[in-house]
């Protein structure tokens, strides 16, 4: 199993800025691509960015020029910066990762955090 650790979430005013870390403990397994879904009550669950072991990285449109997905794969750590955030912002955001082990593919949920948008 890939442990996911998220931190950052709480209360932040519209236009404020966030960041959120999400840690993986590997164990056996190599880390590939990195990501954070959000889920707002009465939606679906949304990609919100994603970035790969070689760093590119894809956006949801809701959150284009807005955020910025990083790594640390020293640290098997991702991070996701938000800026001018909204009350549709407002989720539970989800670390996701794919991993591999013995030429198999595994994905993995953290257990989320969350973010609220509000003045």
């Known amino acids: 199993q890939v442990q996911l650790v998220e931190s950052g979430g709480g209360l932040v005013q519209p236009g404020g800025s966030l960041r959120l870390s999400c840690a993986a403990s590997?164990?056996?397994?190599?880390?590939?691509?990195m990501a954070w879904y959000r889920q707002a009550p009465g939606k679906e669950r949304e990609l919100v960015a994603e970035?790969?072991?070689?760093?590119?990285?894809n956006y949801g449109d809701s959150v284009k020029g807005r955020s910025s997905i990083s790594r640390d794969n020293a640290k098997n750590t991702v991070f996701l910066q938000m800026d001018s955030l909204k009350p549709e912002d407002t989720a539970v955001y989800y670390c996701?990762?794919?991993?591999?082990?013995?030429?198999?593919?595994?994905?993995?949920w953290g257990q989320g955090t969350q973010v609220a948008v509000s003045s």
């Open positions: 590997r164990g056996i397994f190599s880390i590939n691509t």
């Open positions: 996701h990762v794919r991993a591999r082990y013995s030429l198999t593919d595994y994905k993995f």
């Open positions: 970035i790969t072991s070689d760093g590119s990285t």
